[in-house]
Nanobody, 123 residues
Framework: QEQLVESGGRTVQAGDSLTLSCVAS???????TGWFRQAPGNDREFVGS????????YVADSVKGRFTISKDNAKNTVFLELKKVSPAETDLYYC?????????????????WGQGTQVTVSS
């Protein structure tokens, strides 16, 4: 069964760093993995994505320079490193997968989602 499972979300203080993980099961080939975040009542926001071989990464302008996406193919895991987080970034963080080419950066372009991991940033 194809599956994505996120982990690593926790409560941190403003300015802290943390790393989220997304483990993929039974997903093969030229997969693009994306990260999104969503607060209650808000739209799901694109954070970044990484290509199947890790050679291409994209991050949203709002997090550029602070968030980094990487992957370990041997462990079928994609990471999202968050630095200097702010309380406004308290969200449920999701990873998602697609075989669509290019730079998919909207939720509708992804067809498999994890359950999300909660990041809470206190001031």
């Amino acid at each position: 069964q194809e599956q994505l499972v996120e982990s690593g979300g926790r409560t941190v203080q403003a300015g802290d760093s943390l790393t989220l993980s997304c483990v993929a099961s039974h997903l093969y080939g030229r997969l693009i993995t994306g990260w999104f975040r969503q607060a209650p009542g808000n739209d799901r926001e694109f954070v970044g994505s990484i290509s199947w071989n890790g050679e291409q990464t994209y991050v949203a302008d709002s997090v550029k320079g602070r968030f980094t996406i990487s992957k370990d193919n041997a462990k079928n895991t994609v990471f999202l490193e968050l630095k200097k987080v702010s309380p406004a970034e308290t969200d449920l963080y999701y990873c998602a997968a697609t075989y669509r080419g290019g730079n998919p950066n909207t939720p509708v372009e992804y067809n498999l989602w994890g359950q999300g991991t909660q990041v809470t940033v206190s001031s």
